[in-house]
């Protein structure tokens, strides 16, 4: 009689950031969060525009803008798992193994160049987009006046170089204040950019203990900064704008999730939860579809409220997220496609909503219920223009770059 075996089998899908032979396997269920994440980010961006075309808050997907947060924590504790050891080899002189094959140790150069081949193709790509989307609008500023043509185009090599605008400059030309007014959504990654910046030349070095005390002082600064409102925008949804409120707010913004995300990742011991990754996309949505809170004396109750859900909630997430696995083909399947489209879909969505927010206002329609087809088939575009731009442009692009 033949004794029972255990077939389960756990799947660990191959990423489309494999382009490298020294590529460490994924955190499946991370990149399915991350791919989740995504979404709910289009979604609140679409309520976002029955705020701009009925000119106040629309109270449905309030806090959904935390999807960015969420985003930092993941890309410290992803980034701390596939560099962090390989740092080292330089000083022992010695070499390691990851996926049965030798590498080399990680310099600072080799660093910038993986990073700059996993970001900036899209980041172009996003420009694009965004060029094209600003002349189907007629070229013209929120509030309808012409922009010249020069300052278009001055616009759009700025951006491909990743250079912001500040407020108030010619080449701001949705007139909005936007750090990159072709890509609003852009300002994340140009903060991503620094936190990957600091991580190579500074916060890698650090010990566990100093690494600790890094997270408390970013924690310290950012529950001042939010909960007492300097920003006056009674939110976390700052850091779009250079002005000097934004960018110490977006600086902190980064800071305190990203390097969360890297202290968990060095002290990472798996906890097993079943079904935690659809348990955590039902958590992640209710969160974000709290109502506001009202503003008590001079505390931000609101903002309160968001800074629990990134500092208690989501660590919560990533770590028993990094502890699962698929455990099927479908599920492997899904993750894998939600991991794939999560970094296209978000840096390419934005230009697609800025004709969809213009048909609002347009038209003075100002719920989802007038709009329903419509904000579908938004929906829709923008996922099939991500996945378009990912497997047409994207990955060719990284695989020549590697």
Not at 231 to 257: A, E, K
Not at 268 to 297: C, D, E, H, N, Q
């Amino acid at each position: 009689m033949k004794n029972n075996i255990n077939k389960t089998k756990t799947y660990y899908p191959v990423s489309n950031e494999a382009y490298f032979s020294d590529t460490k396997p994924h955190y499946a269920l991370l990149d399915g969060l991350r791919g989740a994440a995504a979404l709910m980010v289009l979604w609140y961006h679409v309520f976002e525009g029955f705020a701009f075309a009925k000119g106040s808050v629309v109270e449905t997907f309030n806090h959904g803008h935390l999807g960015v947060d969420f985003f930092f924590m993941l890309s410290g504790f992803v980034i701390s798992y596939a560099y962090d050891d390989r740092w080292k080899k330089k000083a022992s002189g010695q070499q390691s193994s990851v996926n049965g094959q030798k590498d080399n140790y990680l310099s600072v150069g080799s660093f910038f160049k993986r990073r700059l081949i996993r970001l900036h193709p899209m980041l172009v790509m996003g420009a694009v987009i965004g060029l094209i989307t600003f002349f189907i609008q007629g070229g013209v500023k929120w509030d309808g006046t012409s922009t010249a043509l020069h300052w278009t185009i001055i616009a759009f090599f700025l951006t491909l170089l990743f250079i912001p605008a500040y407020p108030g400059a010619q080449y701001d030309i949705r007139g909005n204040g936007e750090m990159f007014p072709l890509n609003g959504p852009s300002w994340s990654l140009f903060f991503e950019y620094i936190g990957n910046i600091l991580y190579a030349v500074f916060i890698r070095r650090l010990s566990n203990k100093m690494l600790a005390l890094l997270v408390g002082v970013t924690a310290i600064l950012w529950i001042w900064f939010v909960a007492f409102d300097i920003s006056g925008y009674d939110m976390i949804g700052i850091g779009w704008t250079l002005d000097t409120v934004n960018f110490f707010g977006g600086l902190m913004r980064m800071m305190f999730p990203f390097t969360l995300g890297m202290l968990m990742a060095r002290n990472f011991k798996p906890v097993k939860v079943r079904g935690i990754f659809w348990i955590s996309i039902v958590i992640l949505f209710a969160l974000f579809s709290v109502p506001y809170f009202p503003k008590t004396a001079n505390v931000s109750v609101n903002g309160i409220y968001e800074l629990a859900c990134i500092m208690i909630v989501f660590p919560v997430i990533v770590w028993l997220g990094a502890s699962g696995t698929t455990t099927n083909a479908l599920s492997t399947k899904l993750c894998k496609f939600l991991g794939d489209i999560s970094y296209p879909l978000y840096i390419v969505h934005y230009p697609v909503m800025y004709l969809f927010y213009a048909w609002l206002i347009d038209n003075k329609l100002y719920t989802l219920s007038e709009t329903l087809p419509i904000v579908i088939l938004v929906m829709a575009i923008n996922i099939i223009l991500a996945y378009a731009c990912l497997k047409l442009y994207d990955e060719p692009i990284r695989r020549r770059l590697k």
